[in-house]
Nanobody, 128 residues
């Protein structure tokens, strides 16, 4: 059984930075697709960063390129999401997810339905 646990959510000021962590157990990261998603109240869950261990491809929405970075530490089976220059509109619950299917990452793949295992979420609040 695969378990996913996110940590690192916090209250930060606009313009600040935050790094989220995602510990994965039950399967090695180098055989998984990995995604970070967020969901604000009243909005759909959206992909903010996705990575494929199959070919090393990544995907970020155009609106987040340059501010968000996904990375992994395979030795610790941990995924990170580095978020810089945070804005109040980044406020949301952030979720880490992994999936067993490996394919090149892109907009169509970096969606909630592609991933099999989810964490409980961690709250990020950005104050203005």
């Amino acid at each position: 059984q695969v378990h996913v646990v996110e940590t690192g959510g916090d209250l930060v000021q606009s313009g600040g930075s935050l790094r989220l962590s995602c510990g994965v157990s039950g399967a090695p990261l180098n055989y998984l697709s990995i995604g970070w998603f967020r969901q604000a109240p009243g909005k759909e869950r959206e992909g903010v960063a996705c990575f494929s261990s199959g070919d090393g491809s990544t995907y970020y929405p155009d609106s987040l390129k340059g501010r968000f970075t996904i990375s992994t530490n395979n030795a610790k089976n941990t995924v990170f999401l580095m978020m810089n220059n945070l804005k109040p509109e980044d406020t949301a619950a952030y979720y880490c997810a992994v999936g067993a299917t490996l394919t090149t990452m892109g907009e169509i793949v970096c969606r909630a339905g592609f991933f099999d295992y989810w964490g409980q979420g961690t709250q990020v609040t950005v104050s203005s």
